[in-house]
């Protein structure tokens, strides 16, 4: 050893340098002592520790983004990033969706036009007019040629603080079709017809009137479909379950089907609803078939593997959508407050039947065999509608 204590040295460190001595002398307030030997306090090293002074402890809710404040922050902007998706989805489907609704001019004010009653009143019409489809799709679908346009289905849909009621008005219902003005100007004054001709001789507006005045019930919305609609829906929602207490078979309608619970495709719907020649009671049993056959549409739209799943419900909106045609004041809010407020009738409750009926062969000259209601029964069943009250029992005729 040599020199002064500043440069002895212990032993040969890496590299041929040698630690220096660790002299407590050499303390001062600017270098505090350092032993040498001590461990390395370099934080760069692996098990080093940090020289830093000790954190200062924090006062309560003064911590730094992170641990449950960070979770919580990063929880809210994920939840409000869904909600964002969510809503420009609905927002962007609704718009699509409500893109996709035919209108028609079908309800209008006149002098005498029943007062708003309790509740909401569709009036829900098929359509038989073959002007859209091929001689391909007349063909398979066995509905023929005919010209000009009829409503093989009227059914007064009712629904408000009680049970719904759906309710049939049988196509060849005699009853007073008001005065109207045809396309070509020329006024026609009010006669007495069968109510399926009124569709024919004014469209959507003037047998909206006929019901209206025929009834005492105002019409608040108005919705129609055509024959390749009833096909299109139903294969979007794949089928419809139907039960039938007996086998349908009729070459006019093209229905073949057996007695018994099963799945029935667009085109074996239609046949059936359609059906009416090879019937025990023709249209009577027919109006039948086209209620439970309503009833189960609604409930196979209304399965979550349709509402629920995209692959099906964008197709089946698609469809459905494109296939009807509503009034010009009605909009997508307003079908799909009608599909929930429907649901206890696809569960077999609420009231469902036809109008009261007095005679169902009643002949008229020039017009051959009509349906002539009960009038007495039937202003009670319709003013019931319109007060808001229950349908007393045995007013409605069951037929299914």
Not at 275 to 295: E, P
Not at 318 to 341: E, F, P, Q, W, Y
Request: proline letters at 6%.
């Amino acid at each position: 050893m040599s020199g002064n204590g500043s440069d002895r040295y212990y032993g040969s460190g890496g590299g041929g340098g040698r630690w220096p001595e660790f002299d407590p002398e050499q303390v001062t307030q600017d270098a505090p002592a350092r032993d040498p030997l001590a461990p390395s306090t370099s934080t760069y090293g692996r098990g080093g520790k940090s020289t830093r002074p000790p954190r200062e402890p924090r006062a309560p809710g003064s911590g730094r983004p992170g641990g449950r404040r960070s979770w919580v922050r990063i929880t809210v902007l994920t939840l409000l990033a869904l909600i964002v998706v969510f809503v420009g989805t609905g927002i962007g489907t609704w718009l699509w969706a409500s893109g996709k609704v035919t209108k028609v001019a079908a309800l209008s004010d006149y002098d005498g036009r029943p007062a708003q009653g309790a509740g909401t009143n569709w009036l829900v019409v098929g359509s038989d007019s073959r002007s859209n489809l091929t001689q391909a799709q007349k063909n398979e679908l066995h509905v023929g040629s005919d010209q000009g346009q009829r409503t093989d289905t009227i059914l007064l849909l009712h629904y408000g603080s009680g049970a719904p009621a759906l309710i049939s008005i049988p196509r060849d219902s005699y009853v007073t079709i008001p005065a109207y003005t045809d396309s070509s100007g020329t006024a026609h004054s009010a006669r007495k017809n069968k109510i399926n001709a009124a569709y024919d001789l004014g469209g959507a507006p003037l047998l909206t009137k006929t019901v209206e005045m025929a009834t005492g019930v105002r019409v608040d919305h108005y919705m129609e479909i055509g024959f390749l609609g009833v096909v299109n829906v139903v294969d979007a929602v794949g089928g419809v379950h139907l039960c039938l207490d007996a086998p349908v078979k009729d070459s006019h309608s093209g229905a073949d089907l057996p007695a018994g619970c099963q799945n029935l495709n667009g085109t074996q719907s239609l046949a059936l609803i359609r059906t009416r020649y090879s019937l025990a009671n023709s249209d009577i049993s027919r109006m039948a078939n086209q209620q439970k056959f309503v009833a189960a549409l609604a409930k196979s739209a209304m399965r979550p593997g349709v509402e629920f799943n995209p692959f099906t419900l964008y197709p089946f909106l698609d469809s459905a959508l494109g296939a009807i045609a509503v009034d010009n004041g009605s909009g997508l809010s307003d079908l799909v407050s009608m599909s929930r407020k429907v649901g206890p009738i696809t569960g077999g409750k609420g009231n469902v039947g036809t109008v009261p009926i007095k005679n169902e062969g009643y002949q008229v000259s020039g017009l051959g065999s009509t349906v002539l209601w009960d009038s007495t029964r039937a202003q009670q069943l319709f003013g019931a509608l319109n007060q808001g009250t229950a349908i007393p029992g045995g007013l409605l005729n069951r037929i299914g």
